[in-house]
Structure formats: structure tokens, C-alpha cells
């Protein structure tokens, strides 16, 4: 299962959005407001929003200052959250987020819609930032 989000415009370089992305404690920023726990170390963070269950994600890939890859800590649920970044100027950059999950089809299904907003007020915080 593939989602996408909308590309957006951050008036920040590539190189500080990138910085901003790679500590993964600032995902706590970018969280939606319905959010239960978070906890973050320097590869990693847990989060959980309400009445979902908890989700890890481990830095899995780094590439200085276009990509950021997230993957699942969780091998029964293997999914990436990439977020790709390009320069639009010098002091203004596009960024977009990649969801690249392995679920049968009936969690797929469920987990579709769900996943699609989480991603979309991920990349409006960042939009944000």
C-alpha cells in the first residue's frame, strides 16, 4: 500500500528542513492534536494516538539533505515513512512524505484512511514549521 502526501512548499533550506527531520525527537511537533504519548531517543520515537495502538518508527536511511526514510520497529506491520526534500530556492524548499506499507488487504483497507490523514497533518505541521 502506497500513500502520498500533498508536496509542500517550507520557507526553510533543504539542509534545515533535513536537520529538523533527522532528530526525530521533533516529530512531537508535528504530531495531530489527538495524540496519547510520544517518547523519542536519538534513533527513534514511540508514539500513540488515541485509542490506536502504540507505533515505534527507527531512522532507517539518511541521505544529507534529500531523504529521510522512518521504518517500522515492528516486523508484524513492515512499513517506511519517507520524506523526500527539494530545494525550491535558497531559502525555501518542497517536501512530501512516502508511506510504502506491506499490509494483506483487509488491513489495508482499514488502515487506508486513517494512515492518509495522519500523513496529510504530518506534512501541514511541517508545512508549518
Known amino acids: 500500500m502506497n500513500l ?13 528542513i533535513f536537520e529538523y527531520l533527522s ?11 489527538n495524540i496519547d504519548k ?3 531517543n536519538e534513533e527513534s520515537f ?3 494516538l488515541k485509542g490506536m495502538p502504540e507505533i515505534e518508527l527507527k531512522l532507517k536511511e539518511v541521505e544529507a539533505p534529500k ?3 522512518l521504518g517500522s520497529a515492528n516486523e508484524k506491520f513492515p512499513f517506511s ?3 523526500d526534500i527539494e530545494d525550491d530556492s535558497e531559502s ?3 517536501v512530501q512524505l512516502l508511506f510504502d506499507g506491506k499490509f494483506n488487504p483487509m488491513v489495508a483497507m482499514m488502515v487506508k484512511k ?9 506534512i501541514s505541521n511541517i508545512e508549518k514549521q
Open 81 to 83: 515513512l519517507t520524506a
Open 38 to 40: 510520544f517518547e523519542a
Open 67 to 69: 531523504k529521510i526514510v
Open 4 to 16: 502520498e502526501s500533498p508536496k509542500v512548499t517550507v520557507k526553510k533550506s533543504s539542509q534545515d
Open 114 to 122: 486513517p494512515l492518509q490523514k495522519f500523513i496529510d497533518t504530518l
Open 92 to 94: 525555501s524548499s518542497n
Open 46 to 48: 514511540l508514539f500513540a
Open 23 to 33: 532528530n526525530v525527537g521533533n516529530f512531537e511537533q508535528l504530531m495531530p492534536e
